[in-house]
T-cell receptor
Framework: NAGVTQTPKFRVLKTGQSMTLLCAQD?????MYWYRQDPGMGLRLIHY???????AKGEVPDGYNVSRLKKQNFLLGLESAAPSQTSVYFC??????????FGNGTRLTVT | DQQVKQNSPSLSVQEGRISILNCDYT??????FLWYKKYPAEGPTFLIS?????DKNEDGRFTVFLNKSAKHLSLHIVPSQPGDSAVYFC??????????????FGQGTTLQVKP
């Protein structure tokens, strides 16, 4: 039982490049989330999903897109990376009764 | 504007003593509060939570206190152990969101427990 798995663990992008962060959970959770963590700001919600095929905007959605084609996977896309998107990205999942279970994060640097 | 604030960036305590981490919030619609613990290079892990209908919740060495009138909560760790050294995040949700996972996090407090 791996829990929440994020790939890649590290990535360096140049401004304007695109990439997709992958999140997979094996706990059959309905809800999935993408957060970013920046120094001095805690974690902020980017997008979330309340079930397969659904997505919704969180607190800081601009510059990101998401997809939830399968229940176990939640993808976060950056179409044109900017230095302001340098951050640590955490994926999380939960069911209706549990707290959030987080992955170990993806550290992204945009130069 | 930061709706959840942890005003102490760091805290250092001696092993065996009490650690008290504090958190303030501004949104009176918050009705569910959580504490997460984070080690370097790992994701946050859930520690303890409290609903606004309670003023205290205890789980082993960890107790969370909620003062709704002051919009303040605190996490007490007794006794503190070196393995407790980590970053602690306070988080809140509420209004229509309930416990949906749409959390507002504080900035975190780094706890160091010295042997």
């Amino acid at each position: 039982n791996a829990g929440v798995t994020q790939t890649p663990k590290f990535r360096v992008l140049k401004t304007g490049q695109s990439m997709t962060l992958l999140c997979a959970q094996d706990m059959n959770h309905e809800y999935m989330y993408w957060y970013r963590q920046d120094p001095g700001m805690g974690l902020r919600l980017i997008h979330y999903s309340v079930g397969e095929g659904t997505t919704a905007k969180g607190e800081v959605p601009d510059g990101y897109n998401v997809s939830r084609l399968k229940k176990q996977n939640f993808l976060l896309g950056l179409e044109s990376a900017a230095p302001s998107q340098t951050s640590v990205y955490f994926c999380a999942s939960k069911d209706s009764h549990s707290p959030l279970h987080f992955g170990n994060g993806t550290r992204l640097t945009v130069t | 504007d930061q709706q959840v604030k942890q005003n102490s960036p760091s805290l250092s305590v001696q092993e065996g003593r009490i650690s008290i981490l504090n958190c303030d919030y501004t949104n009176s619609m918050f009705d569910y509060f959580l504490w997460y613990k984070k080690y370097p290079a790992e994701g946050p892990t859930f520690l303890i939570s409290i609903s606004s209908i309670k003023d205290k919740n205890e789980d082993g060495r960890f107790t969370v206190f909620l003062n709704k009138s002051a919009k303040h909560l605190s996490l007490h760790i007794v006794p503190s152990q070196p393995g407790d050294s980590a970053v602690y995040f306070c988080a809140a949700s509420g209004g229509l969101t309930g416990n949906t996972g749409k959390l507002i996090f504080g900035q975190g407090t780094t706890l160091q427990v010295k042997p």
